[in-house]
C-alpha cells in the first residue's frame, strides 16, 4: 500500500537536489520548490538544478584528506551529487574536479525523471512556523530577501554573513603554451591535468604590487555593507587580500611553486600559478585560487601580467557576494532540523557548512530526516566518527563560543580512542578506515529501509 507522506524541498541546489533524492529513496513523495527560472540570485545564471557558481573542484580525492573521506562517506551511501560528479569528471590530479555543465545537467535530468519528485518552480517567500509538514529549506547563502526576513524572524537569533569570491575563467585557446606547460605537483594525476605559467623573481614583484594597488568592484546593491567591513571566509579569500597579508602569503599559497619544475631546467620557479581544467573538452580553465573582487577591467590587466597569459581571453570574470549564514549551534538539531520545530530542516550553506560536498552531505542527513520525520520513524544520526556526523555535530555544538562556517576537517571529527603510530599520514588513515565501517554499517540499514520502502510502494 502506498504511502501519502509529502516532504517539502525549497530550492534545488546541491543541498536540496540531495535531500530530494535521499527523501525519495526511501518512500515518500517530494515537492521541490525552485524560484529559477522565474527568479535568479545574484550569482545564480543557469535555469538547471545544482549549479556550481564557484569552483569546479571538489577537492582532494585522497582519504587521508577529510574532503577526501568525506567523498567517499557520501559515495558509498548512494549519493547523488557524488554519483554526479564521478559521471562528469574532468582530469585534476589527485583532486576530483567535475564539468559544471555537464554535472548540472546530469543533477536535473535525474531530479526530473524520478517519478516521486515533483518539480514547482515558485519562489519561496515564508517559512510556516508551526508546520507539521517535514520541510527542507536549502536556500543557499543567497536566500531571497523575502525568506531570509521571515527565517530571521523565525529563528529570532543573529544573521552572520560573509563574502565569497569566484575566480576567473580563461579561454584555453589564448594561452601561450611557450611559456605555459602541463604539469601536475609531484606528478599526481595524468601529469597534464594542470597548466602552469611561472614567474621569475622580477616578474612576481611587478604582479604582486599591480594586486595591492588595483582597484577593487563597487559592491551591488545587495551588498551594501562598505568594503571596509567585509568578513572575508578564510577559505575562499580573494586573491587581493592575499596580497595585502604580506609578500609571501601568495607564493606560500595558490602560487607555491613547489614540485612544478621547470621543463627547460628541472627547477622551481620562484612562483607558479596554476590553472585547472573546467571542461572534459579542455576549451577552459579557471585560475586555481584567483578568487577575486577587482573590477573586470584590472582582472584583465593584471592577470594579463602572469607570463603564459598576456593575451588571455576570459569566458568569465571572478566575481564577489554576499554568503549569508545562519548561527546554526544555537537553533539546529544534529539531523539538522530545528530546536524550534523539529519538522523543519536547514541544509546547505545556510548551516554554516562550506564547500559544496559539505552542503550536499547536509542535504544528504536532512532529506533522510524529513523523509524519516514523515513517515513517522525513528531519525538517523551520523556519529561525530564519520566526517558526515562530525560536520553535523559542529555547526549544532551550543559549546561553539565563536560559530564560522567549516568546512571538512579531522579536528571536528571524534578523537581516536588510542594512538597511532606513524604521525599525521598514518592518523588520517585511521580515521578514514574507522569511520568508513561505520558508514559501511549505516548504509546497510538504510538500505534494508529504502528496499522496504519500494517493496511496499510497488
Not at 46 to 56: D, G, H, I, M
Not at 84 to 106: I, M, Q, T
Not at 409 to 423: Q, Y
Request: hydrophobic share 40%.
Amino acid at each position: 500500500m502506498k504511502n501519502n507522506k509529502t516532504v517539502k524541498i525549497i530550492g534545488a541546489g546541491l543541498a536540496g537536489c540531495e535531500a530530494a533524492w535521499q527523501a525519495s529513496k526511501l518512500g515518500v513523495d517530494v515537492m521541490l520548490y525552485e524560484m529559477k527560472p522565474k527568479s535568479f540570485s545574484p550569482a545564480h545564471h543557469s535555469e538547471k538544478f545544482a549549479e556550481l557558481v564557484c569552483s569546479n573542484s571538489f577537492r582532494s580525492n585522497q582519504l587521508s584528506n577529510a574532503i577526501g573521506l568525506l567523498k567517499e562517506e557520501m559515495h558509498r551511501m548512494g549519493s547523488l551529487v557524488m554519483e554526479a560528479a564521478y559521471a562528469c569528471e574532468v582530469p585534476a590530479g589527485s583532486a576530483l574536479a567535475v564539468d559544471r555543465e555537464k554535472f548540472s545537467d546530469y543533477i536535473t535530468d535525474k531530479i526530473k525523471s524520478n517519478t516521486r519528485i515533483t518539480v514547482i518552480n515558485e519562489e519561496v517567500t515564508q517559512i510556516d512556523a508551526d508546520t507539521d509538514e517535514a520541510v527542507v529549506y536549502a536556500t543557499g547563502p543567497l536566500t531571497s530577501d523575502s525568506l531570509a526576513d521571515s527565517i530571521l524572524e523565525f529563528v529570532g537569533g543573529d544573521e552572520l554573513h560573509f563574502y565569497d569570491a569566484a575566480a576567473p575563467i580563461v579561454d584555453a585557446s589564448t594561452v601561450n603554451y611557450d611559456i605555459a606547460f602541463f604539469a601536475s605537483r609531484y606528478g599526481k594525476g595524468s601529469g597534464d591535468d594542470y597548466l602552469n605559467c611561472p614567474m621569475n623573481e622580477e616578474q612576481y614583484n611587478a604582479f604582486y604590487n599591480a594586486l595591492l594597488t588595483a582597484e577593487m568592484a563597487k559592491l551591488k546593491e545587495f551588498d551594501s555593507e562598505s568594503q571596509q567591513q567585509l568578513q572575508v571566509f578564510e577559505g575562499c579569500m580573494p586573491v587581493e587580500v592575499m596580497a595585502q597579508r604580506g609578500y609571501d602569503v601568495l607564493r606560500f599559497g595558490p602560487m607555491k611553486p613547489v614540485g612544478l619544475p621547470l621543463p627547460s631546467t628541472g627547477k622551481d620557479a620562484f612562483a607558479t600559478v596554476q590553472l585547472r581544467k573546467e571542461n572534459l573538452e579542455g576549451s577552459m580553465y579557471n585560475i586555481v585560487g584567483f578568487q577575486t573582487h577587482l573590477t573586470f577591467s584590472e582582472q584583465k590587466r593584471v592577470f594579463r601580467m602572469i607570463p603564459g597569459l598576456e593575451n588571455a581571453e576570459f569566458f568569465r570574470y571572478g566575481v564577489m557576494h554576499r554568503n549569508t549564514y545562519l548561527n546554526s549551534v544555537k537553533l539546529l538539531n544534529s539531523d539538522y532540523s530545528t530546536r524550534k520545530n523539529p519538522n523543519i530542516f536547514f541544509a546547505g550553506q545556510m548551516t554554516g557548512v562550506e564547500g559544496y560536498i559539505e552542503s550536499a552531505s547536509s542535504g544528504f542527513v536532512a532529506g533522510i530526516n524529513a523523509a524519516m520525520r514523515a513517515l513517522n520513524e525513528e531519525i538517523v544520526i551520523f556519529p561525530p566518527q564519520t566526517e558526515i556526523g562530525a560536520l553535523a555535530s559542529y555547526i549544532s555544538n551550543p559549546g561553539v563560543s565563536s560559530f564560522q562556517p567549516m568546512n571538512a576537517n579531522f579536528g571536528v571529527i571524534a578523537p581516536l580512542d588510542k594512538k597511532v603510530k606513524g604521525g599525521k599520514s598514518a592518523r588520517n588513515e585511521a580515521y578514514a578506515v574507522r569511520s568508513l565501517e561505520i558508514i559501511d554499517e549505516m548504509y546497510r540499514n538504510i538500505k534494508e529501509r529504502q528496499d522496504e520502502a519500494n517493496e511496499s510502494n510497488n
